[in-house]
């Protein structure tokens, strides 16, 4: 699994804001459990090795656990391609804030004026939240059901 992420990570990298590690990540954890989540902490270190330390790296660390962990929570219930494409909008726009809260909250100096420092770094990115979330919903809608069904088999045969 964290192999997986790692490339398809960089096979989309030279894109701005489209990935697939998001539905990848999801796709595991609905199918595979909660060992998705191990997975989704080495993929978050292999990325240390190959980009190097910074900010990213914390926001990193929250959200790519968080994202396995709201997936298997929702594959105990109904999870069909409506619901997971719209937690992934959610998510998406979750991860803009948590990515903006540190390094806003790591850069910033003094929290008198903590918000209105979010608030400025978090529009300057908006272009590029946008594009994020609106490629996660299409990528979602077109493949997460179809990639799913294709790890369930995958599990079946191993067992």
């Known amino acids: 699994m964290t192999a997986c992420l790692t490339v398809v990570k960089q096979v989309l990298a030279f894109i701005p804001n489209v990935e697939g590690v998001s539905l990848l990540i999801a796709v595991f954890s609905a199918t595979f459990g909660y060992m998705s989540i191990i997975s989704s902490i080495l993929f978050v270190v292999i990325e ?82 946008i594009v994020h979330i609106v490629s996660n919903a299409i990528v979602f809608a077109l493949l997460f059901d179809r990639l799913r069904k294709f790890a369930i088999k995958l599990n079946i045969k191993r067992t």
């Open 48 to 129: 240390c090795f190959i980009w190097g330390f910074n900010t990213w790296v914390i926001g990193y660390f929250i959200y790519w656990p968080l994202l396995s962990i709201v997936y298997c929570l929702l594959s105990k219930g109904k999870l069909n391609t409506l619901s997971a494409t719209i937690t992934i909008v959610v998510m998406t726009f979750l991860f803009g804030v948590i990515t903006s809260l540190v390094e806003v909250g790591l850069f910033s100096g003094s929290y008198d004026d903590f918000f209105t420092r979010f608030f400025i770094y978090y529009g300057r990115g908006i272009v590029f939240y």
